[in-house]
């Protein structure tokens, strides 16, 4: 049994609290957020306890804890868990700039504590699916990725403003899977980006529909889109094509269901949103967690891998900008 | 909130404990079994207590039974809890025997508690989805209805034995969604069947692959296949076509990963089992009964549903042995 | 090189006057029809020429008939080639009465001409796929087999009531299609069937909605639904399972389009006719008689398939008016 | 009825012959290659007979020239055409060198006479549909575009050395429909590419498989992925995406037939080579022109289209080889 606080009571905070009293090998000990009312009411929806601050990192009492809280919080807290000797899982980034990420990362892991990203489309089933298929060369020799990462909707433009760019806020995931399904390194990388659904993106420098181009290791080619407004749902497609085959994750619809009617056949449609189509991979992730802690394991998505998907957003920022393809510096 | 007492801890009690722990609008009294030391590691499981017969139904402390014991005794406690005056939910069928099955029906009627049969599968995304389509006239008058209903493997010959036929034991559950999808009753069935799989099940007057072929009132007509043992997997599929389209709930696959190699393109394939496909349909029939119960609505599916699909299942087993047409009578 | 003349130059006619032109290895001779005016146009129109009937049976310059006239004249030309001892290639059906059928069929097998009843169905690309696949064990032994055959819109009442009924008009090419997907005969059939499309059918004894159920030798169960008006296009499917696998031949789409839309997806839908979709099988057809002609080998579609489909077809009719299971007698 | 001369007795040119003599509005005039026996012998089996290079250009024997003969002959013979006043239909490139296109661009255009450029890609059944989708509007206005053209296997070194590079050679097709599909022009071009497949293609400074990258003047982004050799057949693959929707033109499969076993579906794969997949698009392409002469219209692909394309290949090459985004220049 693993005892965990988790702290952010927000909307992702809700989610992995949701989680935390589902599974089986954990105990619920409490939650702690800035806003103390908001940790009440959810601890209470849970059947658990309003934590302070102190009693999130009290290793009498707590195993592990559980970052959820907003972005600029992460570096603290993940030090914290350090100096106390908790093992810890913590929402991504790592903290908004490189260097400090790093820093943080460089602490905690000197401290031996165990410490996971959470990476959570790792475990989409269908992305899953796919890297088992290239991880155990049911392809061949990775030659070619496509990969599509699409929103519904443009997010609010104070939002966008200080979200790091589509590349830091958006694609890094998708960096995050490429690395994961490959096993490869990029080593560089070039973007072209323009600002389609919403010009005044473009008046702070950032992009709402782009292609980035990487080179991996090997030579290997890899092109991932990024779009913010789809106007047809949420729509994420991986594809890798090798020596031998291409194996494919196809886009997702949220039924099997079909009319067919004269001179056309209307099929269900993607999900709405984001949420919609991720939300089993929060418990996935995080039972991937408790049973690396069981086990005595490495954790299966580190802050390292953070670090690595951060700098390759950073260079694919430094692209998108200069209009050259830069190499990547991990 | 409604408090919840649990009949049964057997694998089917299992599933509906848990889906009692994880309701938020559910308090979860306890369980009763007739092997106590079975219904006190369940409620461990679930944080809840062991029941006495006695402590199930009694309306000071409970507002519902949910009976999920074995078939043969569903009719008593559905006695038991009109006695009571609680709210109860049933597994399937209500009893073996049709007459009797009438004789409990009229005596919780007669009590007036709220009454639901889990006709689970109505709860199917995909099923459900096209019954939303064929209700609301999206294919026009219904014309032909197609149905399948295929196990992966052949349960034992014991259980078979016992079962009460192919067409009341695996079909039953086709004839109610024929019901509710098109909101019409069959008026006669014929059915054609062998016992391919293993001709000892011909011994008994079963068989384990068979043709139904039903007359609704309008002159519609519905073919349901029921198979025991596919090969492939679990296999359902329903296709309805009306007098301007056809709608299809279509074979579901346990993924959307594809992998193309020379010559040739392979896809994910069926569930495993029955219960890989079926399981979210438990919590959202659950779900129903308790937003009935909270609004003081009829239940979704009723006592009275069950008796109807099993009029049809008897009438089917009939045509079965005489090879004739049969009338149905409910 | 085989030289052919062709009789009949209406709709159907056209259609084999361009394959017969287009064929490499035939020397296309020329078209014989009642209305001369219509041979000379379509003679014309492939570089060939009207023929007198006495000069299509003429052996000096022809080698294959093909008998693309009305129904109730294939009969005798039948017996014309056998006394010409010319190869034919014959439309179905043989003759509208089994019984004449069966002595048109005994006199041609006597003479020992090569004789091809023109099953073009079996030339489907999907149909003949699937087939394959049957025949070479790769499902196992057959136990279900579900077929759908429906038209887009009733013919003419007019042409109904002469047409022999639905299941000596429409499903009996189902029927040929069964004996030759399994290498099984049928040994008993059941018919339900419902005029729904138009009542006025019903007057003369007929319907245009139903669902056939035949058992084979080996106890397998076949399903074939027929279907004279679907309001969503022109659709012929087919499943064959077996003892360790599914088989199927899907719905043909008209394209590979799709469009995403908010909440759906818009994709092709079938063809709007029987032509658009079968159009290719009439030159697969005549290639494979020809090929069989070069060779020496026996005809892929004999006589005799063509007076076992036309059996089952009036074992058929038969059991829709008596409602009962009909013993099927070739 | 226009009278056509063809050029060139080939591979392509026997293709182009098949249709000449199909298409009921043309008159097959004759043959002409530099080798007479293979121009007789192709003569023979189209019933048309062997040209002289003077007979090709008579005006008065033919309304119309249809050049397939070696890449390095198009432009002498394109203005041979030019000279006696003929129309003209030309195998792609105009010449391999861009400003040499240019100059015979001018010069037929110059002349007057009807000349159109065999984009034969443009009349593909998917890739039409998806094209016309676009063009009214289906999915808004245009923002990201992704193509793939894949190959199933390696053309000979010897072929690729004097092919003009990948862009030139095979991406160079995905240009021109680019530039039909969305009715813009790209206006910059990026590359990255690897010789993966064979290393030895890096020699003469070329690729087997890349991503070009290219901007349209609305500021919309196309992704083009050519591969030389794919391992699992011939892939060709187009998506737009617009303001409002998605428009697929999916993978096309050799057939509807699919088997279900045990965790899989194993289903058809694509065409094993390019020609199984384009051919029925030459007839279309020559029906289309005839279409336009016999209207008067212009031809549906103009030799300024060609010029276009080559422009953005060689844009593209440039790009290739610099690692920059190159500006085009029409």
């Known amino acids: 049994m693993q005892r965990f606080a988790l702290i952010g009571a927000g909307f992702i905070g809700t989610v992995h609290a949701q989680n935390l009293a589902a599974h089986p090998g954990i105990e619920f000990v409490g939650i702690h957020d800035v806003a103390e009312a908001r940790a009440q009411e959810l601890a209470a929806r849970f059947g658990t306890r309003?934590?302070?601050a102190a009693e999130v990192f009290d290793p009498a009492t707590v195993d592990a804890v559980f970052i959820a809280s907003s972005t600029d919080t992460h570096a603290v807290h993940l030090r914290s868990a350090a100096d106390a000797g908790l093992a810890v899982m913590c929402e991504k980034p790592i903290a908004p700039d490189l260097a400090e990420?790093?820093?943080v990362v460089d602490y905690v892991t000197a401290s031996g504590v165990p410490a996971m990203l959470d990476f959570n489309r790792r475990y989409d089933r269908d992305h899953a699916g796919l890297q088992r298929v290239v991880r155990k060369g049911g392809v061949g020799a990775v030659e070619l990725v496509q990969m599509s990462t699409r929103g519904p909707s443009l997010p609010p433009i104070e939002y966008l403003r200080v979200s790091g760019g589509q590349m830091a806020d958006q694609t890094v995931h998708f960096f995050d899977l490429l690395r994961w399904i490959t096993g490869q390194e990029p080593v560089s990388v070039a973007v072209q980006g323009s600002a389609l659904v919403d010009p005044s993106i473009a008046e702070f420098g950032d992009v709402?529909?782009?292609v980035a181009t990487l080179t991996l290791e090997s030579g290997a080619i890899v092109e991932i889109d990024s779009v913010r407004r789809t106007g047809y749902g949420y729509d994420e497609r991986i594809e890798v094509m090798g020596s031998t085959g291409l194996v494919e994750?196809?886009?997702?619809?949220t039924s099997n269901v079909a009319v067919y009617g004269a001179g056309a056949v209307t099929e269900a449609g993607l999900h709405p949103g984001w949420f919609e189509r991720v939300q089993p991979t929060y418990a996935l992730a995080l039972a991937a967690f408790v049973e690396a802690l069981e086990a005595?394991?490495?954790?299966?998505?580190?802050?390292e891998d953070g670090l690595r998907a951060q700098a390759i957003a950073e260079a694919?920022?430094?692209?998108?900008?200069s209009g050259r393809t830069e190499a990547i510096e991990y």
Do not use: E, Y
């Not at 994750?249 to 619809?253: F, T």
């Not at 694919?316 to 900008?321: G, K, V, W």
């Open 50 to 52: 309003s934590l302070s």
């Open 101 to 103: 990420a790093r820093a």
């Open 208 to 210: 709402d529909t782009s």
């Open 249 to 253: 994750s196809r886009r997702n619809r």
């Open 296 to 303: 005595g394991h490495p954790a299966p998505a580190t802050l």
């Open 316 to 321: 694919a920022t430094r692209a998108l900008r």
